[in-house]
DNA sequence: CGGGGGTTTGAGTCCGTTCAAAATACGTGG
DNA sequence: CCACGTATTTTGAACGGACTCAAACCCCCG
């Protein structure tokens, strides 16, 4: 699994500028002056990666830092048992590997594409620096750090608390801020990024259940499926599910 | 839930200097130039608390942060249905808070004292202040917050993928570290700083399923407990527990 | 039209939970 | 120091959610 390219896989592709980026201001580069976002961009390469592509590997020695440009990236951690679990989902305007920069270790997880996806690379060095100029970006990625750091301790909680019917609308609410879209009839509809499979990753469960509980949300009329096609015709529904009126 | 107190609860005790401190130098402090110790010294103050005192509540807005300078603290988590995990245990040397600090919410857990405690409690505005001088200890403590949310991770993979037996024989060993002690004859032992409770809430699990674990352990002749005394005659029972040889 | 992956369904099992009761440890006041 | 009441821990029996293994199904693509 040892990895030590200095240039990340993926097709390379011809580089837009940061300053043009529509994702900047959501991310930590926010923090950036503008002089420093052009050397952000000049230190930066694209790459494309098709579905089901790996970014790197869990173990890989870190190199740099990605941030999604277009797609969806899941990041994967492996224990020595071969049990995996689909930690996070990256989307556009995220940033990849900032974690490992600091703990200074290998990659701690796998990236891999989900979607088709465009990635801009960032090398260590380069973000070593522009982190010594500039120290409104460190504060920026510290927040940034702490607040994941909270929310795998809720994923934490609620994993080890809640049955998988309530996680699974959990991770429907949570995906509906980016992949929902309303319809007419006030019905919600999102296409999920996910197979079966990444589901129960993410759930920490098995596919099979992950398609009962599916089915048992059906039966209660909270959601209907189709492939990855989720109708949602009430969402206070949904919403029952995570937090039942006393 | 709420409180907004700027001093902690706890008896407050004579201010040893942090300079002479024991820990400092495994703490994040140790980033410190001499002169910034004297200026945390200080800032900061002493506090006693008794075994099951709480220090602070998840929900009360964020003072400062705590150094533990004596004995163990818990910090758990609630979720809305009452749900409890304990997330962590604090030991001499730790800091407790700096991820509220920068994530900017309020307190994210319950800090309770799990033995006699002494803390050291520094104020969020003079903590802001250290940190505006002293670059190095925000690197130090981006570091802390990387390695954490890692640890989050793996703790999670673990409570999601690994039965409760392996989750025990894993506590065990982290708890080696802190409270065991090798014995003439090459058995260890370790005098646990925690209730049956509270195992069960590190582990995910119910005090009945903690007994019968232990119970099942000490079947198979891998530990020997007597209340909160854990004998362990042969280390390398316990790691197969954990590491099965393939 | 015939694979082949992902998905669904089914049946049986196991681990951990729940509820309840018994046993043990613990602290307090006599 | 002992007796008592309370809290914690252990044990037991029954239940249930999620897992495993296996087969059927479906859909997409060649």
Redesign the interface.
Known sequence: MKNSRSKPVGQSKPTPACFACQWRDRSQWCALEPEEVSELSEKKSNHFYTPGQVVFNQGDTFSGIFCVSEGTVSLR?T???G?T?L?RLCHAGDTIG????????EF??TAQAVSPTTLCFFPAKDFQALLNAS?AL??E???R??????Q???????????PVRVRMAHLLLALKERYGQGLDDGTLRLVLPLSRQDIADLL?TRPETVARVIHSLEIDGVTRFSGRNVLIPDLDLLLDEV?PEE
């Open positions: 951690r224990d020595s048992r049990n679990i930690v900032y974690r490992d920069f600091f703990a200074e270790t701690s997880v120290p460190g504060m990625v510290t927040r750090l702490a607040q994941d750091a909270g795998a301790e809720e994923a934490l909680l609620r994993s080890s608390t809640l920490g937090d």
